[in-house]
């Protein structure tokens, strides 16, 4: 005979779908009439998809509800040469890594194989400099391609 309590186990085993972070607020300049900057709005995503808020200086903070309304209105402002700017979603960010005690004279291209073959894709290589004397420094920034392995670096 089975229990509530048998269950749970089998419930806990099953893998939460991942929690997609709320987008970045998108902001508009110089927005003269609203109402048409409205109906522009509502040809790309229906009116629910998203929040505006009036800031000063004709600025208006759009706040949209998923990441698709979101790219879907920056597209939008770039075809139509509309002033704005927002910032990176989350899931597009890369991956940080930082590689210490690593001779500055490493070739970047060696890095980004031996990382490939740990299944690992690499965005970019950056070899640190010291600030004041732009000596290179035995540290390497690493920026990874959003992944589920990053972690397992």
Same mark, same amino acid.
């Given at each position: 005979?089975?229990?509530?309590? %048998? %269950?749970?186990?089998?419930?806990?085993?099953?893998?939460?779908?991942?929690?997609?972070? +709320?987008?970045?607020?998108? $902001?508009?300049?110089?927005?003269?009439?609203?109402?048409?900057?409205?109906?522009?709005?509502?040809?790309?995503?229906?009116?629910?998809? $998203?929040?505006?808020?009036?800031?000063?200086?004709?600025?208006?903070?759009?706040?949209?509800?998923? %990441?698709?309304?979101?790219?879907?209105?920056?597209?939008?402002? +770039?075809?139509?040469?509309?002033?704005?700017?927002?910032?990176?979603? +989350?899931?597009?960010?890369? $991956?940080?890594?930082?590689?210490?005690?690593?001779?500055?004279?490493?070739?970047?291209?060696?890095?980004?194989?031996?990382?490939?073959?740990?299944?690992?894709?690499?965005?970019?290589?950056?070899?640190?400099?010291?600030?004041?004397?732009?000596?290179?420094?035995?540290?390497? $920034?690493?920026?990874?391609?959003?992944?589920?392995?990053? +972690?397992?670096?």
């Amino acid at each position: 005979m089975l229990t509530e309590d %048998s %269950s749970l186990p089998e419930a806990s085993e099953k893998p939460h779908p991942p929690h997609s972070s +709320k987008p970045p607020p998108i $902001f508009l300049h110089g927005v003269i009439n609203y109402t048409e900057m409205i109906k522009s709005l509502t040809d790309v995503a229906e009116e629910e998809q $998203f929040l505006t808020k009036c800031l000063t200086n004709n600025v208006i903070k759009l706040a949209c509800s998923t %990441s698709e309304t979101n790219r879907a209105i920056i597209k939008h402002c +770039k075809e139509q040469d509309i002033y704005y700017h927002t910032y990176q979603l +989350k899931e597009d960010k890369a $991956f940080r890594v930082v590689i210490k005690h690593l001779h500055y004279t490493t070739d970047p291209d060696d890095i980004k194989y031996e990382l490939r073959t740990l299944g690992h894709e690499v965005r970019n290589i950056i070899n640190v400099k010291h600030r004041q004397t732009k000596e290179p420094l035995n540290i390497f $920034f690493i920026d990874l391609e959003p992944a589920k392995n990053n +972690k397992n670096i």
